[in-house]
């Protein structure tokens, strides 16, 4: 049995009590405990929506545009995946996800590419691992395989698509119905570059989008009333130069979401990444209590419900906790200023 007592994040506040665990079950408790095992500031392990993992193993790249660095086929990430062996990408992920595990990250969603090889390298890559991943895989070619598909849902969460600029509309479309069908997720970075149509977007049905920074006030809204959450990644956009509209997004009433992105340009630290979307947004249009929101609460919208996820949160309600070692008299402002050097207990629920 462990027991943490201080200031306790849950449903959006913080709290003063205590969170039991025992038999890998939490529950949380009003009041501090006199024999707490650890004290601090509590808040649930983070969420990191956006990451492409394999990339972990690529140098940070020279200058470039978007199309340049990470488009599909021959953009500068892709030519050197292509170089690497698949022990070099293994090591580079495994590395990768312990240094995610130590920064508090407990789950993340990745778009994996390399159709079922790279789908399966992840999923060797995680064996052993306290953390989650949802794997959102891309098919080796731009086309709808049916064989293919069957066998990357097989060993995968959902599809996860680069942009609706890079395939034939009707391949995917096709793909779409067969998630559909199959009562599976899509994914999809959206307006990254260039504004894409979000009516041909929308239609496909997607469970989240990615990125969005060229989208007008009229695509904004429309995944508001879509109820389509967006995930943003502030630190892997100012590579290239490129700002997500935060203020306009939290105008819409969107759900947004946050995610580091490549690991070739931004470290895996949700901490930074936090901070980096409080400089981004307007404090009058972004507080810290709606900040930790973003973090730690709109992150569940767009994780898939996997079997057995969640199910031994008990009363606490999240799959894990990280306790700092800060002092709790505005704990919103110690958390946004903590680092991961702050971290004094981190639990993980397994199933």
């Known amino acids: 049995m462990v027991i943490v007592s201080g200031s306790v994040y849950r449903k959006g506040e913080f709290i003063e009590g205590h969170i039991v665990c025992e038999d890998n079950i939490m529950k949380f408790h009003d009041g501090l405990a006199e024999d707490a095992d650890h004290r601090g500031i ?24 978007v199309e340049e660095i990470v488009g599909p086929p021959d953009g500068y990430k892709h030519r050197m995946l292509r170089q690497l062996s698949d022990d070099d990408i ?12 130590e920064g508090g990250i407990g789950r993340f969603i990745d778009f994996r590419e390399g159709g079922l090889a790279g789908a399966r390298q992840l999923n060797n890559s995680l064996e052993g ?9 891309r098919p080796a070619g731009n086309v709808f395989n049916e064989k293919e598909l069957k066998d990357l849902l097989e060993i995968s969460t959902g599809i996860g698509i680069s942009a609706i600029s890079d395939w034939d509309q009707n391949e995917l479309v096709k793909i779409a119905r067969y998630l559909a069908k199959n009562g599976k997720p899509l994914g999809l970075h959206a307006s990254e570059r260039v504004q894409e149509d979000i009516v041909a977007i929308l239609d496909l049905e997607p469970k989240f989008l ?25 630190r892997a956009n100012s590579f290239f130069g490129l700002q997500p509209p ?12 946050l995610g580091t992105d490549n690991v070739m340009l931004a470290e895996p630290d949700m901490f930074e990444e936090m901070r980096a979307l409080r400089n981004l947004a307007s404090p009058d249009a972004l507080t810290d209590e709606g900040l930790l929101g973003i973090v730690f609460d709109n992150s569940r919208k767009v994780l898939n419900s996997n079997p057995g996820i969640g199910s031994g949160t008990g009363s606490w309600g999240y799959d894990g906790f990280i306790v700092l070692e800060k002092a709790s008299d505005d704990p919103s402002r110690q958390v946004i200023d903590a680092t991961r050097n702050d971290i004094c207990f981190h639990f993980q629920w397994r199933p």
């Open 129 to 137: 691992k306290a953390l989650d991943c949802d794997i959102y895989s």
């Open 210 to 234: 990615v990125h969005m920074i060229e989208a007008t006030d009229e695509d904004l809204e429309a995944c508001y009333l879509e109820k389509i959450p967006v995930v943003i990644c502030p």
């Open 246 to 257: 935060i203020d306009r997004m939290l105008d819409a009433g969107l759900d947004i979401c």
């Open 90 to 101: 293994n090591r580079a992920m495994s590395s990768c996800m312990d240094g995610m595990m």
């Open 42 to 65: 509590v808040i649930p392990t983070f969420s990191n929506c956006h990451m492409h993992i394999g990339d972990s193993a690529i140098p940070r790249p020279p200058p470039g545009t």
